[in-house]
């Protein structure tokens, strides 16, 4: 069945706040339009901004007073842990100079309560190359009021002497409350950059912000979210992850019907050149759970990704909203926007603003991979399965093309299996900005424009 049912869905009717997003911009003392990460910690964040980050505190603890050497030839592991040990029970600084610091990432530096790391732009924490499938470069676990900013966490993957696994991380926060970091900057891991997850018999991470961070050339993710509650990724630039899937820039996908996804928040996020979608959100494996997820994504730019981005249920029923503002995805190799296999009593999804130009790089021939946003079904093997494909409200989206002849094989590709009924799919307003783009007319009769067109 193929079919096009369009009007709008309030934001409201969501279940969010009827403002958008808080625009977020840097200034020369921080952030402007947002809470300042000293209140969501007990720690002092300075100049959280694209600005070089200032280290100079005297009564910080500096690793060099416990022999660490940031030669790029002495393995600086004991010494930053010695360091970051010896900050007091009510809390203190760790610096790191300028360097590189070679780190036993399988042992990892393990950041405790009530600790500020403090890195130079050019302090570089660097793996010593291993064949584990698992890693961190820095673990907070089960740990609270943490702040790392700055610097620079250079993965082991063109040296990684093993061939399996996935998991190697530049910083994973498991199971933790009230952690910023901010301006720090992770490539070449063997997994992901960066790693959001449970920590100790599931405990949630709560009350975490990534600002303005960086991750390039990871092999599985720049930004893994797995599981949190109040979780607050803003204004990150994730780009060139590529080597094993999902290879995604920000991968939100948990792993256990456990695991929540409450109160998120992408704040423009950049992606481009990902093997993977810009943004994928997986949300199979907490389908049946009772735990309704929360996501907003704002502003999301996407440039030259497999996909801008991916939302993948594969039939699961999970409760909850997602809400993306303002998207553009652009130059995609296949779809700007994929939606697979997501049944129509699940999650609410509503899509406001998109623009989708000069998808379908790579000139896929069928509408499911090269149509500029595309929902579909296929591939059933649940024989028993009585949903159709539904809840998915798309408002004038913006289809266009910077060439002659556009790639794109249509604006829209909406398909179910045979026997199975699509409910509640709407897109309302569209604006297809070259002719040839035209939705066909046996679909005109379910299109609506609000401005009487």
Request: glycine content about 10%; proline content about 4%; aromatic content about 4%.
């Amino acid at each position: 069945m193929i079919a096009f049912v369009l009007y709008r869905v309030p934001r409201e009717a969501l279940g969010f706040d009827s403002q958008k997003p808080t625009n977020i911009t840097a200034s020369s003392s921080g952030l402007t339009g947002a809470q300042d990460p000293a209140a969501l910690n007990n720690n002092t964040v300075a100049e959280i901004n694209n600005t070089a980050v200032e280290i100079d505190d005297a009564n910080a603890i500096n690793v060099k007073s416990y022999n660490a050497k940031g030669d790029g030839v002495t393995n600086d592991t004991a010494a930053i842990q010695a360091a970051v040990d010896a900050v007091p029970p009510d809390g203190g600084t760790v610096v790191i100079p300028e360097g590189v610091y070679l780190v036993d990432a399988v042992q990892s530096i393990r950041i405790k309560n009530g600790v500020t790391l403090k890195m130079a732009p050019n302090t570089v924490l660097k793996a010593v190359p291993n064949n584990s499938e698992r890693y961190a470069v820095l673990t907070i676990k089960d740990a609270s009021n943490i702040t790392i900013q700055g610097g620079v966490i250079e993965g082991e993957r063109a040296q990684h002497t093993g061939t399996t696994g996935e998991w190697g991380m530049g910083i994973q926060i498991l199971g933790s409350s009230n952690i910023t970091v901010a301006n720090t900057v992770c490539n070449n891991l063997w997994g992901d950059g960066f790693y959001i997850g449970s920590g100790t018999a599931g405990k949630v991470s709560e009350d975490v912000r990534l600002i303005d961070v960086q991750a390039d050339n990871n092999r599985r993710q720049g930004i893994s979210l797995i599981c949190g509650r109040r979780i607050e990724i803003i204004r990150p630039r994730l780009t060139n992850t590529n080597g094993t899937l999902p290879s995604a820039g920000i991968d939100i996908e948990p792993n256990k019907i456990s695991d929540v996804l409450e109160e998120i928040k992408l704040v423009e996020p950049f992606t481009a050149g990902n093997a993977g979608a810009g943004i994928s959100v997986v949300l199979q494996q907490i389908g049946g759970t009772n735990a309704a997820v929360s996501i907003e994504i704002s502003n999301h730019h996407d440039d030259a990704s497999d996909r801008g981005m991916l939302i993948a249920s594969n039939n699961a029923i999970v409760p909850g909203n997602l809400l993306i503002e303002n998207p553009e995805w652009d130059n995609s190799k296949r779809n700007g926007l994929s939606i697979q296999r997501h049944d129509h009593r699940s999650f609410h999804i509503a899509i406001n603003q998109p623009r989708v130009i000069d998808a379908n790089r790579s000139g896929k021939r069928d509408g499911s991979t090269g149509a500029a946003i595309a929902i579909y079904h296929n591939n059933d093997n649940k024989v028993t399965r009585t949903g159709g494909i539904g809840n998915v409200h798309i408002y004038s989206p913006v289809i266009g093309t910077t060439q002659g002849a556009p790639k794109m094989m249509g604006a829209f590709y909406i398909q179910e299996m045979p026997n199975q009924e699509i409910q509640e799919l709407t897109i309302t307003d569209p604006v297809i900005e070259n002719s040839s783009l035209e939705v066909p007319d046996s679909a005109k009769q379910y299109i609506k424009y609000n401005q009487g067109q």
